[in-house]
T-cell receptor, first 115, second 118 residues
Framework: AQTVTQSQPEMSVQEAETVTLSCTYDTSESDYYLFWYKQPPSRQMILVIR??????QNATENRFSVNFQKAAKSFSLKISDSQLGDAAMYFCAYAGVDSGYALNFGKGTSLLVTP | GAVVSQHPSWVICKSGTSVKIECRSL??????MFWYRQFPKQSLMLMATSNEGSKATYEQGVEKDKFLINHASLTLSTLTVTSAHPEDSSFYIC??????????????FGEGSRLTVL
């Protein structure tokens, strides 16, 4: 079974600064996808960014970018120019063919953004 | 983006009763839906995968007779918590995949349903 590990239960960043959230995963599959989801207090899951394992180029979505290190099985999320609205729980997730591409989530990192 | 609607958003029931939660894809056909459970301040745990027209596949440790999942149409899946007990109190979230996007298509999440069993 695949495991997703987020080693930072909580992180704090000052507004306009940059923060990096860590995620590692364990798998024997070659075809898989990695995701970062944001869950604000409303608890609605919001897709932040998605990375296909076969792509070497790191995915980027505006202020959000990932550092995908396939050999190291690492998938960190960088949030640039942090905004108050970025405060939320962030979940790293894995989806592979063995599980029918169901999302397997890490334990999450709570991000606090201070003015 | 595509919309997935869950109903009810919050339900309170007495111990021993059954509760049904609906998950609807409003503007696409969802061949596959997933049901998750989330305890306070914890992650989402996959309960089961439901494919339209077939029996759901449950994750290890999830009682299929306790959590009945029906996916009878391409736009509706239901989760019924039977004989609910206080330990079943949790936040239940569904997600759906657009069948037209293939097996790796984006998953769209419902708003979640908070179940409180007294």
């Amino acid at each position: 079974a695949q495991t997703v590990t987020q080693s930072q239960p909580e992180m704090s960043v000052q507004e306009a600064e940059t923060v990096t959230l860590s995620c590692t995963y364990d798998t024997s599959e070659s075809d898989y996808y990695l995701f970062w989801y944001k869950q604000p207090p409303s608890r609605q899951m919001i897709l932040v960014i998605r990375q296909e394992a076969y792509k070497q180029q790191n995915a980027t979505e505006n202020r959000f970018s990932v550092n995908f290190q396939k050999a190291a099985k690492s998938f960190s999320l960088k949030i640039s120019d942090s905004q108050l609205g970025d405060a939320a729980m962030y979940f790293c997730a894995y989806a592979g063919v063995d599980s029918g591409y169901a999302l397997n989530f890490g334990k999450g990192t709570s991000l606090l953004v201070t003015p | 983006g595509a919309v997935v609607s869950q109903h009810p958003s919050w339900v309170i029931c007495k111990s021993g009763t059954s509760v049904k939660i609906e998950c609807r894809s409003l503007d696409f056909q969802a061949t596959t839906m997933f049901w998750y459970r989330q305890f306070p301040k914890q992650s989402l745990m996959l309960m089961a995968t439901s494919n339209e027209g077939s029996k759901a596949t449950y994750e290890q440790g999830v009682e299929k007779d306790k959590f009945l999942i029906n996916h009878a149409s391409l736009t509706l899946s239901t989760l019924t918590v039977t004989s609910a007990h206080p330990e079943d109190s949790s936040f239940y979230i569904c997600s759906a995949r657009d069948g037209g996007q293939g097996a790796t298509g984006e998953l769209f999440f419902g708003e979640g349903s908070r179940l409180t069993v007294l």
